[in-house]
């Protein structure tokens, strides 16, 4: 079942400041883990991922961080603007790789 | 190049009806996967279809099967609908060598179960 949560529903953010979006997972298994963005009307759109034998990756003005200790994963966006205002969903997937289990999602929102 | 395409893109239908729903994969996917997304809650896996066959399933009941064809495009159907079945229905497509978690996904049909 599900096993990905995330800390906050909401955040709310200055444009130009850096967001974090935290989540935090219970299963040992899980070895891959992806970040999606989601707009509004829209579907999912693939952000960033990184495996479980990473620490650290980083994308365009994103930076995804994996504490395996405490099972919890962050993603960071850099200097926020107004287009990242989404819902942010973390993902994590098992072996197989072909089933995503998706948290309920953080509604970020950058304020001008 | 195209994207994923579902259709319909919005649909009424009643308790006991049964649904249809249809997608096109992005050129040069092979595998598609189904998710069923309730409002304010994140995507639920449904199934997975690779080379025509039902690869891996979520917790879903019987009530909800699917096809892949040999173009690759896929339907979902519901059968015997629920009030609960009402949600937002994502297809995502990927091409199955790269075991990615890189999925495309459509932008949905909205079920709307009366």
């Known amino acids: 079942g599900e096993s990905v949560g995330l800390h906050l529903p909401t955040l709310s953010v200055q444009e130009g400041d850096n967001s974090i979006i935290n989540c935090a997972y219970s299963n040992s298994a899980s070895d891959y883990f992806i970040w999606y963005k989601q707009e509004s009307g829209k579907g999912p759109q693939f952000i960033i991922d990184?495996?479980?034998?990473?620490d650290k990756r980083q994308g365009q003005r994103v930076t995804v961080l994996l504490n395996k200790t405490v099972k919890h994963l962050s993603l960071q966006i850099a200097a926020t603007q107004p287009g990242d205002s989404a819902v942010y969903f973390c993902a994590e997937t098992r072996r197989t790789g072909n089933q995503f289990y998706f948290g309920t999602g953080t509604s970020l929102t950058v304020i001008p | 190049d195209a994207g994923v395409t579902q259709s319909p893109t919005h649909l009424i239908k009643t308790r006991g009806q049964q649904v249809t729903l249809r997608c096109s994969p992005k050129?040069?996917?092979?595998?598609v996967s189904w998710y069923q997304q309730a409002l304010g809650q994140g995507p639920q896996f449904i199934f997975q279809?690779?080379?025509?066959?039902?690869?891996q399933r979520g917790n879903f009941p019987d009530r909800f099967s699917g096809h892949q064809f040999p173009n690759y495009s896929s339907e979902l159907n519901v059968n015997a609908l629920l009030l609960g079945d009402s949600a937002l229905y994502l297809c995502?497509?990927?091409?199955?060598?790269?075991?990615?978690?890189?999925?495309?996904f459509g932008e949905g049909s909205r079920l709307t179960v009366l």
């Open positions: 990184i495996r479980s034998n990473m």
């Open positions: 050129s040069g996917h092979d595998t």
């Open positions: 279809y690779y080379e025509e066959e039902e690869r």
């Open positions: 995502a497509s990927r091409p199955d060598r790269l075991n990615t978690g890189e999925l495309f």
